[in-house]
T-cell receptor, first 110, second 112 residues
Framework: EDQVTQSPEALRLQEGESSSLNCSYT??????LFWYRQDPGKGPEFLFT???AGEEKEKERLKATLTKKESFLHITAPKPEDSATYLC???????????FGKGTRLSVIA | EPEVTQTPSHQVTQMGQEVILRCVPI?????FYWYRQILGQKVEFLVS????????KSEIFDDQFSVERPDGSNFTLKIRSTKLEDSAMYFC??????????FGPGTRLTVL
């Protein structure tokens, strides 16, 4: 059973068209939720960590929020350079420090 | 800004050969990790390393894999006898406290 589910799988936006990406998780006793950006052929780039429900973090056009069951990555007035795959990850149980979702592939069209 | 570096960026090898992937973590970090990503799939955890020993490993990390921190700066992943299914991007990551992990650019391993 997947511990991290991201939706949608792919999202195509016009430049300036704001939207949100979703990450739902099933781990209990959350010890942090992490957002990363991944460009094709590159390593994940750390964006945010959220630790408790109600917490919000912002960076340029991105804002991450957290509830008890899910996190949202809001993108305001996106630009073509925001095109990437956005990954969500949580510390897993047992032997998995980070469990990643499949990601949302975002394309922003000029 | 400090970053994790990895070499080589691309490694091509024949099935059955040994490969060593190298990483230089961020200098004051204490926790080190290897992950892999098969093309089109999720990033998967392989192994974590702390205080000069393996702290956790996944089912993927079998006897064909080993890790080493041979000196104060390098962290290596060795695959003893590569298989076709080992073809993937391999990412090294490091962390100061064991929470936020910072990833390197990856090594693309192609096994022929």
């Amino acid at each position: 059973e997947d511990q991290v589910t991201q939706s949608p799988e792919a999202l195509r936006l016009q430049e300036g068209e704001s939207s949100s990406l979703n990450c739902s998780y099933t781990v209990s006793g959350l010890r942090g939720l992490f957002w990363y950006r991944q460009d094709p052929g590159k390593g994940p780039e750390f964006l945010f960590t959220l630790y408790s429900a109600g917490e919000e973090k912002e960076k340029e056009r991105l804002k991450a929020t957290l509830t008890k069951k899910e996190s949202f990555l809001h993108i305001t007035a996106p630009k073509p350079e925001d095109s990437a795959t956005y990954l969500c990850a949580v510390p897993g149980g047992g032997n998995t420090p980070l469990v990643f979702g499949k990601g949302t592939r975002l394309s922003v069209i000029a | 800004e400090p970053e994790v570096t990895q070499t080589p960026s691309h490694q091509v090898t024949q099935m059955g050969q040994e490969v060593i992937l190298r990483c230089v973590p961020i200098s004051n970090h204490l926790y080190f990790y290897w992950y892999r990503q098969i093309l089109g799939q999720k990033v998967e955890f392989l192994v974590s390393f702390y205080n000069n020993e393996i702290s956790e490993k996944s089912e993927i990390f079998d006897d064909q894999f080993s890790v080493e921190r041979p000196d104060g700066s390098n962290f290596t992943l060795k695959i003893r006898s590569t298989k076709l299914e080992d073809s993937a991007m391999y990412f090294c990551a490091s962390s100061y406290k064991g929470n936020e992990q910072f990833f390197g650019p990856g090594t693309r391993l192609t096994v022929l």
